[in-house]
């Protein structure tokens, strides 16, 4: 039976209908059009479906829909402001961070969710911090690496 | 080798979803809707074997949204309690824990990964019961009890009665896992958990060992307990092992002998041979990492 919820997505409110089998994901690329989010595993291994609820990376593909009611919930398409791109997207960018781009959504929002806990992460805080995110084209080295530099950008060092 | 999830598209099939605000109303649901409904918590483990079309209950229990469920206390006297709905990365990051059952700490954090910890709850990874859980083990050596509450009465369970079988628990239909409870360990104790884990994407424990040790004066094991986990079709204590070190001073010829004897009491169904030698490899570097620390 479908029910009216609504989302907080990105500052902004939605409302849905929905069965209670949907799952968030879903919702937010097939109802939203928010297609930022991935589905790649579907099993919670691979992380491309991270967003951020309440400032936490959680896996969209095991989020029911109507579960994620009255949460913040802060997706890749909400990072840029006015046009201009978070220090991490410029950062990706810059590192040669992004191949086919599939696992990047999934990487800046655990990424975001890293920098504004822990605004001077060590190598292997962000290597822990990443560690739900898998990449199969990258290698990871340029992704820790422009995690660090967003971090020192952030911070006023660059 | 991997299985195939290619076979079949993860779907789930459709269920009533109920959102239950107190304990009570929660094991009324359970009761009325016995054998059609599953408690939903984090949703990590749920989902996942819903997706795989391994469960399709009719009615899932969402508990999340009753109040006074999620917290870590500890006092002295009563020791750590734990709320059933503390997620997962909330036990591996609290300090208190951290500072008095830091196995327990380290156990936590090993488990999936930062998403699947933020969502993932204590009482959800207890009730999954799986064998190679790394949670199990931690709580095991630290004598860990589980409040179950329903309708009628409230019960007290300690952790290695509540296991039964891989993936089966002592929770009864209408029975709601509501708090772990954790005795302070003696003083002059302390403990680890090391692990070997498989190559896959998930990082599932091949081998888990917690370790508690309590010092008497000069190097004599007051006390010590083993805990394994993915080595047998529940988490287990190494009860024989820890006989050959308790009472006795600790020294490395006696530490290797128990770690042979740990292997022993395994029973692991696959790779086994492999499982018993990495058993009695991390019995062994467990103990001597505790050892150092007390010292």
């Not at chain 1, 939203?32 to 969209?60: E, H, I, R």
């Not at chain 1, 410029?90 to 959504?105: R, Y």
């Not at chain 2, 503390?86 to 208190?96: D, E, K």
């Not at chain 2, 509501?178 to 990082?203: F, H, M, N, R, V």
Request: aromatic content about 4%; overall charge positive; hydrophobic content about 40%.
């Amino acid at each position: 039976m479908k029910q009216f919820i609504k989302l907080r997505v990105n500052g902004e409110s939605y409302e849905v209908q929905v069965e209670p089998k949907r799952l968030l994901l879903d919702v937010l690329r097939d109802n939203l059009g928010l297609t930022g989010a991935k589905k790649a595993c579907d099993f919670g291994n691979c992380g491309s479906c991270t967003v951020l609820m309440d400032g936490k990376p959680v896996l969209s593909c095991l989020v029911l829909a109507i579960e994620a009611q009255d949460k913040d919930i802060l997706t890749v398409e909400g990072l840029a402001k006015n046009g201009q791109l978070h220090p991490l997207q410029q950062a990706f960018v810059d590192h040669g961070a992004i191949q086919c781009g599939f696992c990047t959504p999934g990487m800046l929002m655990s990424a975001k969710a890293l920098l504004d806990e822990n605004p001077k992460p060590t190598q292997a805080e962000i290597k822990e911090a990443l560690s739900g995110n898998l990449c199969r084209c990258t290698g990871y080295a340029k992704i820790i690496k422009a995690v660090e530099a967003a971090a020192q950008k952030m911070q006023g060092v660059n | 080798m991997t299985t195939s999830n290619l076979d079949y598209l993860p779907a789930l099939s459709g269920f009533d979803y109920l959102a239950p605000k107190t304990v009570k109303e929660a094991c009324s649901l359970l009761s009325k809707y016995e054998g059609k409904a599953k408690v939903i918590a984090g949703g990590t483990d749920l989902l996942v074997s819903m997706k795989k079309q391994q469960i399709s209950p009719q009615y899932l229990v969402n508990i999340k949204g009753i109040p006074r469920l999620e917290y870590i206390k500890y006092t002295q006297k009563d020791g750590l309690k734990i709320g059933a709905l503390a997620t997962l990365q909330s036990i591996a990051s609290s300090p208190i824990i951290k500072e008095k059952f830091g196995l327990l700490s380290t156990a936590c954090n090993k488990i999936g990964t930062p998403q699947v910890r933020n969502m993932g709850t204590i009482g959800g990874n207890i009730c999954n019961a799986g064998p190679s859980q790394d949670s199990i083990p931690a709580l095991l050596v630290l004598d860990a009890n589980l409040k179950l509450v329903s309708l009628k009465a409230e019960r007290v369970v300690p952790v290695d009665k509540f296991l039964i079988a891989p993936f089966q628990t002592a929770l009864k239909e209408a029975e709601l896992l509501t708090e772990i409870q954790i005795p302070t360990p003696p003083p002059k104790s302390d403990g680890c958990y090391q692990w070997l884990t498989k190559i896959t994407e998930a990082d599932e424990t091949l081998v888990g060992v917690a370790i508690l040790v309590t010092l008497d004066t000069g190097s004599i094991c007051k006390d010590v307990k083993i805990g394994l986990c993915s080595v047998a079709p529940t988490p287990m204590r190494a009860r024989k092992a820890e006989e050959v070190i308790r009472g006795k001073k600790l020294e490395s010829k006696l530490i290797e002998q128990a770690a042979q004897v740990a292997a022993e009491e395994t029973r692991p169904r696959s790779r086994a041979d492999y499982r018993r030698q990495m058993t009695s490899v991390l019995v062994k570097r467990a103990i001597n990492e505790v050892w150092q620390k007390i010292k």
